[in-house]
């Protein structure tokens, strides 16, 4: 058996652990730069707003409605996750997380048990622990797992939040419930095409014929079709290392200038530079992209991107850094605000096994530096060392207007009681 557990409105469950005040009112967390919409309480969708609602559009809806809107808190919600996940595995050794705010389980050797009760004690823990109320689906397959969560989702009465897909009977009824694009997998496309083909539920995509499916589909729909007819072909993912490396951000601000963007490039390339020697990488090629503000149509607009080739594989942040500053200063326009860009590493091999050049090669003086400047920066917190085209003063920094304090990262944010 597998089972799929969700924590509700994960980002606003987040905010209301250490504000009670927040239960049973309309809360929303906006994304980067207090852009849009990311996470809505329940009181929220009930009001209508949308997922994804520009926050500027929003404010007068937001003060009409008394609707508490918080700035993403990705600290604090990293840290809960992660608690989290450390519960779920006291339930059982697999398990594949999946997002911030989900995990697939599977019971190997749990014939015996009782899954319904076994669920509710999984939820019932997190919540006294964490503070996070969560939803849990148990059923034979990881697909028909999520069917269930997303049963215990929408029913939460009637389920106590669990549900669990045991028999054919309960399999079919569920089946002909979920639509076809609320299947895990079918994308707006791929629904599209399947309606077009009179399959408007996960029953009628289940029906249709083997042959038919991999012939107009792939073995990844076919896979999917199996493990949504009871058939467990869908198995826990191995936690992978990485293929490729990114770094992107909306800067705080247009600029038009290549200062303060190769500034901010040099930063980017030394972040992915760091996650490179973490998971004891080196890259062959790097990516710089940048593009201007595309919602302010009346500005000129330009995106662009350069992809240089290494001669030899580094997870040095000097050498990343500087091709990655090259790359962008050949693709910068004048005249143009910039509003977002990043930096990409791939061509990923591991360290400990590369090809050799005979003639060219990285100094072998980095690799000492870069472990020293890793040690005093893990030592000290934040970024005490960086490279000189960095700003010493200057970290990347989101706009965030509405945060809410980094209760359990941050020992001067924590929560403080006051006894009479």
């Known amino acids: 058996m597998f089972a799929l557990v969700d924590c509700n409105n994960f980002y606003v469950s987040c905010e209301r652990v250490f504000q009670p005040q927040l239960n049973n009112t309309p809360v929303a967390v906006l ?38 809107v918080f700035s993403s808190n990705y600290p604090l919600y990293g840290d809960m996750s992660s608690r989290v996940m450390a519960i779920l595995e006291q339930f059982t ?37 964490t503070g996070i109320p969560t939803c849990v689906g148990i059923a034979p397959t990881k697909a028909l797992s999520k069917v269930a969560n997303k049963i215990a989702r929408k029913f939460p009465k009637q389920t106590n939040g669990v549900h669990v897909i045991d028999s054919d009977e309960k399999r079919i009824k569920a089946l002909k419930w979920l639509k076809i694009e609320d299947v895990w997998g079918i994308g707006y496309r791929l629904s599209k095409r399947l309606k077009a083909k009179n399959c408007h539920t996960a029953l009628d995509f289940i029906r249709l014929p083997d042959d ?19 058939i467990a072909t869908l198995q826990l993912e191995e936690r992978k290392t990485k293929k ?50 595309s919602h302010k149509k009346e500005l000129p607009q330009h995106k662009a991107s350069k992809v ?80 000189a085209n960095q700003d010493l003063e200057r970290t990347w920094k989101m706009r965030q207007e509405r945060l809410s304090p980094k209760y359990t990262t941050n020992i001067n944010e924590i929560l403080k009681v006051t006894c009479h």
């Open 31 to 68: 994304s980067n730069n207090d852009g849009c919409v990311i996470s809505r309480s329940d009181e929220a969708k009930a009001i209508n707003l949308p997922m994804g609602a520009p926050a500027f559009k929003y404010e007068a809806f937001f003060k009409a409605n008394n609707v508490r």
């Open 244 to 293: 490729a490396i990114a770094t992107t951000r909306s800067f705080e601000y247009t600029f038009d200038d290549i200062e303060n963007i190769t500034e901010r490039i040099s930063t980017f390339a030394t972040s992915c530079a760091e996650k490179l020697r973490k998971q004891q990488s080196s890259c062959h090629m790097v990516i710089v992209m940048l593009r201007s503000d």
């Open 308 to 387: 240089v080739s290494l001669p030899y594989p580094t997870d040095s942040s000097l050498i990343i850094s500087n091709c990655a500053v090259r790359a962008v200063k050949s693709i910068f326009k004048k005249g143009i605000n910039y509003k977002k860009a990043g930096v990409i590493v791939t061509g990923l091999v591991p360290n400990d096994n590369y090809q050799l050049d005979m003639f060219d090669h990285e100094n072998p003086k980095h690799k000492p530096l870069m472990s020293a400047i890793d040690k005093i920066n893990a030592k000290y917190g934040g970024y005490k060392l960086k490279l």
């Open 93 to 129: 050794p697999d398990v594949e997380v999946y997002s911030i705010d989900e995990a697939f389980l599977q019971f190997k050797g749990f014939d015996t048990y009782n899954f319904n009760d076994y669920g509710l004690q999984i939820r019932q823990r997190i919540l006294k622990w």
């Open 212 to 230: 038919w499916v991999l012939k107009n589909f792939s073995i990844t729909e076919w896979r999917l079709k199996k493990d949504l007819e009871g």
